[in-house]
């Protein structure tokens, strides 16, 4: 599945949805995102036919309603969004965005033990030629 398809914020409310509980008609996207939004049937409606035309959803026809499921990947999408970023914003280097979040957000022990453990781990990665 390509992982270019650019989701916007509210589509990506709706893709959570799906990707957590795939099969669900337009009432039950409707019901899963009521505590985060108070949207009206017809933007559900419409963000749904939005990620059918982008072809990040599928529509199956089950009696006088549809059901729709994910053909985007959660993992592809992140990937797509977190190369995206760091491009953006780091000119693809990955040094300058640890370098950020260490500047501007005091990490715990525990997650800069777990960081250290990641580099640590795609070090050894690059060694083994891989």
Do not use: C
């Not at 580099?119 to 990665?125: A, V």
Request: glycine letters at 8%; aromatic letters at 6%.
């Amino acid at each position: 599945m390509a992982s270019n398809i650019h989701i916007s914020e509210a589509e990506s409310l709706v893709m959570e949805a799906l990707w957590h509980r795939p099969g669900m008609a337009a009432e039950d996207v409707i019901a899963t995102l009521a505590d985060k939004q108070q949207w009206q049937e017809a933007t559900v409606k419409t963000l749904l036919n939005r990620l059918l035309k982008k072809g990040a959803i599928s529509a199956q026809k089950d009696g006088r309603r549809f059901l729709y499921s994910p053909v985007l990947l959660r993992e592809d999408w992140v990937a797509s969004e977190s190369t995206g970023l760091i491009d953006r914003l780091f000119g693809g280097n990955l040094a300058p965005l640890v370098a950020h979040f260490g500047q501007h957000r005091k990490l715990s022990k525990a997650e800069a033990e777990e960081i250290k453990k990641l580099i640590e781990g795609m070090s050894e990665g690059m060694s083994d030629g891989k």
